[in-house]
């Protein structure tokens, strides 16, 4: 299913089991407990960047089919530009991807992405993202991230994932770049978002990835969800349901890992949007060049107003900046002579 989104709008511990993902009332504890529980497991389960494979074909004959397919997208697609959004549940497996141009040159991507402290700037961006730092053992990093519900959280009160760092290709005209961890929360396995960026007629073509296998325990916190403070939540991709055969947004858990992915694109495009300006001024333009591509699509990735999401991202990344500095630089420094 790719994706019909809504048109743009005009120009793992508990720290806190009332925090939820995706629930404009986030803080306000349910008086269920099961509910309570339910809710805060799952603002860590898909916070998370939640395993596919990069593809079994050659990458230049791979991005080529892509990027025909977004030229085609740009022309008669929903979202009037080239983009494609694509997910599936299937066998305990949840997975979804976003395919994109963006007019970046691959190298400018090339030396964003594959450095692990640009993620740090970039990830934090994402609502339920509260913080990110680095870690280095010998040469690779290991890269935790903080996770919580909608509103303010300190990195202290919010869960952390570690995840392992990798740069599996890095070409003049390729980048791939995957953050993977093999266990996450409530027995589920292989969460990992992964991204690859190709030069194609001198434009930069990006598939973003993520996944995650389910448990049991995370089925039963999806329906909770699902049937609560979920239950009109929708994703982008459409379905054909009933005897008509009429076509509607995807809900349930295909729904919550688009919005998702969604987000981690957008967060990538402000970020690289905002590169060329002063280290100064970045920040406070990527924080509201984000909130401005989420409120293109509200009925997806409204959650919050303006005025609260710039606060909440602002206080995260003095938060950050602090825990960062207690833990060591965010660049491997050299060893030996």
Known sequence: ???????????????????????????????????????????????????????????????????????????????????????????????????????????????????PASWCEFVPLNLNIKGCTIQWDTKEALLTLYIGGKGYLSPEAASRQPYRFLVPARQPEYVAVSLS????????????????????????????????????????????????TGRDKIGFSRERIGPDGQAAFVKGAQGIIERNLM????????????????????FEARIRTVYELMERYPAQLHEMERAEYLDVKRRERQDQIRLQQTIGPTKAQPTGP
């Open 1 to 115: 299913m790719w994706a019909e989104a809504s048109q743009p709008s005009p120009p793992l511990t508990l720290p806190n089991m009332c925090v939820a993902v995706e629930d404009r009332g986030i803080g306000m504890c349910s008086p269920w407990p099961i509910l309570r529980l339910g809710l805060a497991l799952l603002s860590l389960i898909f916070a998370l960047p939640p395993c596919v494979s990069w593809g079994g074909e050659a990458v230049p004959r791979r991005f080529l089919g892509y990027y025909q397919e977004l030229q085609e997208a740009a022309r008669r697609g929903p979202f009037g530009f080239p983009l494609h959004l694509h997910s599936e549940e299937r066998q305990g497996l949840v997975s979804a991807e976003v395919l994109g141009i963006m007019d970046h040159p691959l190298q400018a991507f090339g030396a964003a992405v594959t450095e």
């Open 181 to 228: 961890a093999l266990q996450g929360l409530m027995g589920t396995k292989a969460h990992q978002l992964e991204f690859e960026a190709a030069s194609v007629d001198g434009k930069t073509v990006v598939a973003l990835r993520s996944s995650y296998e389910q448990s049991a325990a995370s089925k039963l916190a999806t329906a909770i969800y699902l049937a609560t």
């Open 263 to 282: 987000r981690y694109y957008l967060v990538l495009k402000a970020f690289l949007d905002t590169q060329a300006l002063p280290d100064s001024r970045r």
